[in-house]
């Protein structure tokens, strides 16, 4: 029988130096492969991937008529990929750091592929939930990915790495929305799964003939792994701080997509579905700062990056708060047009903050640990998660309570909480990114 001390070692952030080296090996044997056409690619892959879990909003009411949904499991079609994504993460993402990576992401992809497509096929709303909730959960193969990418970029490009494929998945989660809107529009709602369905599988394949082996190093059970993830948390204070910071950053970023469709929608915007999704289109102008956050980040301007990352979103809001609740004594009823084009220049700064704060996160947490790479990402992830799904509900209630304006102070909130810890943290020897 293992002594415990044994089996936890293999398992902790500080694996045995025999073990790191093998995982620094492993990476080396792959960093020639992480060319330009196939960063681009995995950018694509997680950006079509996402597109699961952020698309059911729109199509929740459409999917509730046709399946005779009653009114209170409706909102269960959004919410159901959410929770199986969040179980993917705890359950499915630490199996990076145990079995091979690329036939790993290759079979959950698949899942997720056979998933959609029975969601398509539902007829009945029990059926049609179950699939939407594993769905979810096999979606989180892009979390399997992301640390896929870091493996095989050099160290000195690994911020840049990571900076473009998270790039893909925040267009893609800014852009799925509209075009759910569109395919089910045009083709139904079944035909939206069943694309999306075609699109993991088509995925699938090519990750798996065009991606590197790669054999994780260490050796342990998946229940010690699992346990590992709150020693992870507990003894990586980089990891800690870093998922801490995207959690409020996401808040802001989720609290204002979560009502801005709202706002639109009444004077003097009145905007339709078509319009609204054209404002997300342009709002995504954000996203171009992922790239060059991890390129700066890769030149040991990280700091810079992240001071003028923090100060652009509360500017942003105040921004916002301007343009659509009148804020500063500005009015967006005599000045609609002017008041709309504010909207979506706070809400590309807004974007572009959050996403450069991210990015930030995601290269320091892949720098930390090659063989908990799958962990780190997993809880990176479970945590801003957290920090995505309060700005949500409390964007709800501020709205019932006060309007736009009680949304932008929802997001404020979490903007000045940001600056404050960034402060704290920075002010701290041994934190950085």
């Known amino acids: 029988m293992e002594h415990p001390a044994e089996t936890c070692s293999r398992v902790l952030p500080r694996e045995p130096r025999r073990t790191a080296h093998a995982a620094r090996a492993t990476e080396a044997a792959s960093h020639a ?22 698309a059911a909003q729109p199509l929740a009411g459409l999917v509730g008529r046709s399946l005779h949904l009653r009114p209170a499991f409706v909102g269960a079609v959004a919410t159901l990929p ?21 036939r790993l992401i290759f079979h959950t992809l698949l899942a997720c592929a056979a998933f959609l497509a029975l969601g398509a096929l539902a007829r009945s709303g029990a059926l049609f939930l179950a699939a939407v909730f594993f769905a979810g959960a096999t ?39 509209p075009l759910a809107s569109l395919v089910a529009g045009t083709l139904g709602w079944r035909a939206f799964y069943g694309i999306e369905a075609v699109a ?3 995925l699938a394949i090519v990750l798996f003939l065009r991606t590197p082996r790669r054999t994780p190093a260490v050796a342990a059970r998946y229940a010690d792994l699992l346990r590992s993830l ?6 990586e ?34 905007l339709g579905m078509n319009g609204i999704a054209a404002f997300a289109l342009a709002g995504a102008t954000g996203a171009i700062v992922t790239p060059m956050a991890g390129r700066l980040g890769d030149r040991g301007a990280g700091h810079a990056v992240q ?4 100060a652009t979103m509360p500017g942003a809001v105040l921004l916002l708060g301007m343009a659509g609740a009148g804020w500063g004594g500005f009015s967006p009823a005599a000045h609609p047009a002017l008041a709309l084009g504010l909207l979506v220049a706070g809400a590309a700064a807004l974007d572009a903050g959050v996403i450069a704060d991210q990015t930030l996160g995601r290269r ?37 309570w006060a309007r736009w304006s009680g949304v932008c102070l929802v997001a404020l909130g979490f903007t000045v909480a940001v600056i404050a810890l960034g402060v704290v943290y920075r002010a701290t020897p041994g934190a950085g990114r």
């Open 307 to 310: 001071y003028a990352a923090h």
């Open 364 to 400: 320091a947490i892949n720098l930390l640990n090659p063989a908990a790479r799958g962990r780190l990402n997993a809880i990176f992830v479970g945590m801003f998660f957290v920090g995505g799904a309060a700005g949500a509900l409390m964007a709800g209630a501020a709205w019932a």
């Open 33 to 54: 492969t992480l060319t330009l056409p196939m960063t681009l690619f995995f950018a694509a892959a997680v950006g079509v991937i996402v597109v699961n879990l952020a």
């Open 237 to 270: 204070r980089v990891l800690r701080r870093s998922a801490i910071l995207a959690a409020l950053a996401l808040g802001a970023f989720s609290a204002f997509w979560t009502a801005i469709a709202l706002l639109l929608a009444q004077p003097p915007f009145s």
């Open 230 to 235: 709150w020693t992870l948390l507990r003894t």
């Open 82 to 102: 959410q929770l199986g994504y969040a179980a993917g993460l705890l359950l499915l993402v630490p199996l990076c750091d145990l079995l091979e990576n690329r």
């Open 200 to 202: 993991d599988a088509l």
């Open 139 to 177: 979606s989180s193969v892009i979390q399997m990915l992301v640390p896929m990418a870091a493996a095989m970029a050099p160290e000195s490009r690994r911020g840049r790495a990571v900076g473009n494929v998270m790039s893909g998945l925040m267009l893609g989660i800014l852009l799925s929305r």
